[in-house]
Each structure stands twice: as structure tokens, then as C-alpha cells.
Antibody
């Protein structure tokens, strides 16, 4: 079955960077985009951007331009999202999700990133 | 930037119908999707392309989209449907989520 498995929880200090991985299985990794979405505790879903694993092309939400980088390693069917210059407001659960035309499905299990001094 | 607005909460009695709206400028000209998220879980797609149900989603979930409003309808609501629901659409190559609606089954 199609599955996205993300890396484990991270604790980072303000100003640091975090890199979250998302390993895909059950489908051809290069055939579907990967989207990244985050959710702060008690808040709604916030889209961060997308990446085409075949071409490496990306599209980022304006809010994250200059701070986020989405990459992939096709040999191991894994996508990565790196967020730099972390601040306390970046504390959230980060999800990867497969893009299919205009919807995203399925989603990974989420990775909690805590930014604290 | 494009915005999708949902009511913060909707309450429904078991067995009754819950309707959740999602409002955005000319939303009917775009495709809308809906996600269900239960506490501590990842979101799950329940409606795509306005009104289609993914495999495994019960028939009581239906959707429509016209004008400036997309609607998710849960017919014969069950206790297990209590969750947060988010609409989603694309605008100018950017994905937008709605503000989210908490559905409470009383």
C-alpha cells in the first residue's frame, strides 16, 4: 500500500536548521509530487510547498521563501524538507503528503519539531 | 493571497446531517477537496474534485462546489465522524487550506 514514513521528532535551538525526511513506498516515487504541510498545536494546516521528485522542481509558499529547501534522493525514494533560521513559532508537526493532480493523499505520520532555547 | 473561510464549529446530533461550508472567491471555478483530521492523527482525504469519494470513505460523505462556496455534507452522522475538517484548493500554483471546522457530534 502507498505509505509515507517520516523521520523522528527533533528539538532544535533558535537559529538552527532542521531536516525532515519522508520515505515513500508502494508506488513509483518519481510519478507524484511531494507536498509539505505543517500544523502548530491547536492550529490549522499550513502549506509550505511542493517538490517534483522526477525533475527536482519546487514551489514554495511565499511565507517560507528563502528559509525552506525541498530536495530528494530518488535512489532511496526519500524526500527532504529543510527549514533554516528556526524560531519558536516554527514549533509544529510537519507532514509530507503525496500530491495527486489537485489533492494530496496519503499523508505521512508527521514529525514534531520543537524549537526551544 | 487567496483565502478559504470555514465556520469554526458545527454541532450535529447522531443520525442527523452536518453541512460544512468553505467560502472563497470564485471557488466554484476551482476544484475543492476535503480532509478529516482526528486528534493526534494525520489528515485523511474524504472528498476530492468537489464530490468524489476515495476508496474506503463511507457514502455518507458527499461534496458540492458552486459559486463561491464548497460544501461537505455528512449524512447520518456517526460519533466516529467527530473531527476537524479542512477544505483545500489551488490558486495560482499555490495550495490553500481552509481555516478548519470542528464537528462535534452531541
Amino acid at each position: 500500500q502507498v505509505q509515507l514514513v517520516q523521520s523522528g521528532a527533533e528539538v532544535k535551538k533558535p537559529g538552527a536548521s532542521v531536516k525532515v525526511s519522508c520515505k515513500a513506498s508502494g508506488y513509483t516515487f518519481t510519478s507524484y509530487d511531494i507536498n509539505w504541510v505543517r500544523q502548530a498545536t491547536g492550529q490549522g494546516l499550513e502549506w509550505m510547498g511542493w517538490m517534483n521528485p522526477n525533475s527536482g522542481n519546487t514551489g514554495y509558499a511565499q511565507k517560507f521563501q528563502g528559509r525552506v529547501t525541498m530536495t530528494r534522493n530518488t535512489s532511496i525514494s526519500t524526500a527532504y524538507m529543510e527549514l533554516s533560521s528556526l524560531r519558536s513559532e516554527d514549533t509544529a508537526v510537519y507532514y509530507c503528503a503525496r500530491g495527486d493532480v489537485i489533492w494530496i493523499d496519503p499523508w505521512g505520520q508527521g514529525t514534531l519539531v520543537t524549537v526551544s532555547s | 493571497s487567496y483565502e478559504l473561510t470555514q465556520p469554526p464549529s458545527v454541532s450535529v446530533s447522531p443520525g442527523q446531517t452536518a453541512s460544512i461550508t468553505c467560502s472563497g472567491d470564485k471557488l466554484g471555478d476551482k476544484y475543492a477537496c476535503w480532509y478529516q483530521q482526528k486528534p493526534g492523527q494525520s489528515p485523511v482525504l474524504v472528498i476530492y474534485q468537489d464530490s468524489k469519494r476515495p476508496s474506503g470513505i463511507p457514502e455518507r460523505f458527499s461534496g458540492s462546489n458552486s459559486g463561491n462556496t464548497a460544501t461537505l455534507t455528512i449524512s447520518g452522522t456517526q460519533a466516529m465522524d467527530e473531527a476537524d475538517y479542512y477544505c483545500q484548493a489551488w490558486d495560482s500554483s499555490l495550495l490553500v487550506f481552509g481555516t478548519g471546522t470542528k464537528v462535534t457530534v452531541l
